[in-house]
């Protein structure tokens, strides 16, 4: 698997030629997008024999610009027939912004200075200067990043930079849970000590609530003035958004560590999917929104790079299953989960948490073999903060050796 990370630079830039450049290509895709349209076609190979020739006989740029075009276009036009399938209205697609979108072969970057060449057409070329922060700087000179594909837009140049990320462990024990508004809550079960766990999202609910409130009192003073309006209320989302990002960082960051040091996979609902019949829909407008799909994204990523497997799961039944008897409610659950069945009752969050654990359990035979769960044992215990397990040492402790201690992690008692 390839980790990816975009490093965005902003440059004001005003070279005639690289805008003529971003008209160009503009104008490319979507003549693309009209040729891919006309004879039904859906791989690159297929659009560059219908349609390269003509392109390139009329548009007198770099020629690898072309067939990033095409790759653009395609990916536009897969949007539109997703659109289609799902009957929504869409309309024949249309590339409406300036932009370029250029494979690493095609431009060049000197990593230590930051200026940038790229070329127009023939020799021609245009040189930027990037500026280079610290952080960029960290990532460019560290040579297992390499450089993948360069977007320009009017404003900006951003250098996507990919790493082959290692191979995720075997992992020892699991570390699982349900996506809540503002927590992840669930278990951690096959270490010595399994635990209810509960990772707050650091108020990132109280953020985004305070937001809204001050988004709304803001069209309201300024409805007069719908210019003023407009660019404070952007402020204030991206505000909003950067505040939110900050916490979500820090969480995903201190469960990567802790799950790297008990050497855990980490279980998520696949957020692709949809819980049958387990929450309102109404729960589910606010549970989409998108601080639940950057958290997750943040987890993978992270995890990715740290070699920390991830496990998604489907989500269905997971709030209305009892994980000790199996019994399911159709009914709407509380706050606490309550079986109908055996006397089993536990917070509705961490309850979720263990369901989606024992549905990995049940799919995945590298995890069912490192890892017993039985939920009845953590019964009466109290939820902890991921904060106080690492502070236990959990996140800090040393690296076991090996095999012995994954023996250990499999027989150990009480599991
Ligand atoms: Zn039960």
Redesign the pocket.
């Known amino acids: 698997m390839q980790a990816h990370r975009a490093l965005v630079f902003h440059v004001a830039w005003q070279e005639p030629q690289l805008a003529w450049l971003l008209a160009e290509f503009r104008l490319i895709v979507n003549e693309s997008i009209r040729a891919a349209l006309k004879e039904e076609i859906r791989s690159r190979v297929r659009l560059a024999r219908a349609a390269y020739a003509d392109l390139s006989a009329r548009h007198f740029i770099h020629k690898k610009y072309i067939s990033s075009a095409f790759e653009v276009a395609l990916s536009i036009l897969k949007a539109h027939r997703r659109r289609l399938r799902k009957r929504k209205k869409s309309s024949v697609p249309y590339m409406r912004r300036l932009m370029l979108r250029a494979d690493n072969q095609s431009y060049w970057l000197d990593r230590d200075e930051g200026r940038i060449r790229i070329p127009i057409r023939g020799t021609e070329g245009v040189q930027l200067q990037l500026p280079l922060s610290n952080w960029h700087r960290s990532i460019l000179s560290d040579p297992s990043w390499e450089l993948g594909s360069l977007t320009v837009v009017p404003g900006s140049i951003i250098v996507v930079v990919r790493q082959e990320a290692p191979l995720p462990y075997e992992p020892r024990s699991a570390i699982a849970l349900d996506t809540n508004e503002d927590s992840l809550d669930g278990v951690i079960a096959g270490r010595d000590s399994p635990a209810l766990l509960t990772i707050p999202l650091d108020g990132v609910r109280n953020v985004q609530a305070t937001h809204f409130r001050r988004r709304r009192k803001l069209a309201q003073r300024k409805a007069r003035d719908r210019r003023v309006a407009r660019r404070l209320l952007r402020r204030e989302g991206r505000r909003e958004r950067n505040r939110v990002r900050q916490r979500l960082h820090n969480v995903s960051k201190s469960l990567i560590e802790f799950a790297q040091a008990d050497h855990s996979a980490i279980v998520l609902e696949d957020l692709t999917l949809h819980g049958a019949g387990g929450r309102s829909r109404k729960m589910n407008r606010r549970l989409s929104s998108w601080p639940r799909g950057l958290i997750h994204h943040l987890i993978e990523y992270k995890a990715a790079l740290a070699g920390v497997p991830v496990i998604k799961v489907n989500p269905a039944w997971t709030s209305k299953t009892?994980p000790?008897?199996?019994?399911r409610r159709r009914d709407r659950v509380g706050k606490d989960f309550v079986?109908l069945?055996?006397d089993?009752e536990m917070d509705r969050q961490i309850n979720a948490g263990m369901n989606i654990l024992k549905t990995a359990l049940a799919s995945n035979e590298a995890l069912a073999r490192a890892v017993r769960f039985q939920p009845g044992a953590l019964r009466d215990d109290v939820v902890s903060p991921l904060y106080d397990l690492l502070r236990e040492g959990g996140g800090a402790r040393e690296e076991p050796s090996g095999a012995e201690s994954q023996a250990e992690a499999v027989t150990s008692p009480g599991l």
């Open positions: 009892c000790v008897c199996g019994a079986c069945m055996c089993w």
